[in-house]
């Protein structure tokens, strides 16, 4: 019975993401947020940043699903390469997951106006279920309310990155070691961290000097065969404040905001509005972006 257990908790684990069963945090701002999805971004632009984002869930649910992360990455000054890493923590009720990943990211020239940017991460990951946190209704092995699991594995991804002068297109892959994840001393074989690949691509088209337009796209796929994809669509004025909206298959409908101070100092916020059968109980879902350009390379 505690085998049963340790799969339901799984379970919870597993779905924090999405409905889908995502197992890795999701981000409405992705295009904002492209060195968590894929280390190739590492080295790309032509100076550091420092990203912050924090995601609330489902607001009005009880313990809805909760996300921060913060990330620093940046070029070589000498060579055509990059280097970065995160740190996230995903909260779900009684479950959490914490994440500390290095990048780093090779690039080479295709043409006078594309590159290719290659490149890996490693992680250590941290799964922790409170059992005190829990209140079922019929428990198999009462002693679980009193336990705390804690277990911890490493990850690896990859990730590939093509992009110009106004386009870029993307393609990653996490949790590539498809480890298994041992809940209250019990490793199951359902228990495992799944592949996840990403592919995004977004093209800027300025309309005159003042105003440009940039829609972006990215598929999510989670092995063997779930599948979802978020289309948006950008609009900013002289690269300092922008709208969007952007659709979540089946999932939300959000609405996009930001402003870029003296293109050092940025700022965005979503709000997803669900258009699931969940959205009868929660009040949407606030997500905020803060970043800080610093130390530009030549």
Do not use: C
């Amino acid at each position: 019975m505690r085998r049963i257990t340790a799969i339901l908790l799984f379970t919870v684990i597993a779905g924090s993401g999405s409905l889908l069963g995502q197992q890795l945090p999701q981000f409405t701002q992705y295009m904002f947020n492209d060195f968590v999805i894929n280390p190739a971004i590492a080295g790309t632009q032509n100076y550091y940043q420092i990203r912050t984002n924090h995601r609330f869930q489902w607001v009005g649910l009880a313990d809805p699903p909760m996300t921060n992360s913060i990330s620093f990455y940046g070029p070589s000054e000498k060579y055509d390469m990059g280097f970065g890493g995160y740190i996230y923590n995903d909260v779900t009720g009684p479950t959490s997951r914490t994440g500390l990943t290095g990048s780093y990211a090779y690039n080479i020239a295709v043409s006078d106006q594309m590159r290719l940017s290659m490149g890996i991460s490693f992680s250590m990951l941290q799964y922790r279920v409170d059992g005190t946190q829990l209140n079922p209704k019929d428990v198999s092995d009462p002693s679980i309310l009193n336990m705390v699991s804690t277990s911890y594995m490493p990850d690896a991804g990859l990730g590939a990155y093509l992009y110009g002068d106004g386009f870029y297109a993307g393609l990653s892959v996490s949790q590539i070691l498809n480890n298994k994840v041992k809940v209250f001393d019990h490793k199951v074989d359902d228990n495992r961290l799944k592949p996840h690949f990403n592919l995004t691509g977004g093209y800027r088209y300025e309309i005159n000097a003042d105003w440009a337009l940039e829609p972006s796209v990215i598929f999510k796929a989670t092995a063997p065969k779930e599948v979802s994809f978020d289309i948006t669509a950008k609009v900013d004025w002289q690269r300092m404040v922008w709208g969007a909206v952007s659709y979540r298959y089946h999932e939300v409908v959000a609405i996009i905001i930001g402003y870029s101070y003296q293109d050092t100092f940025i700022f965005g916020y979503a709000y997803d509005i669900g258009i699931n059968s969940i959205r009868k109980y929660n009040t949407g879902t606030h997500e905020l972006m803060i970043g800080y350009r610093f130390n530009d390379v030549k």
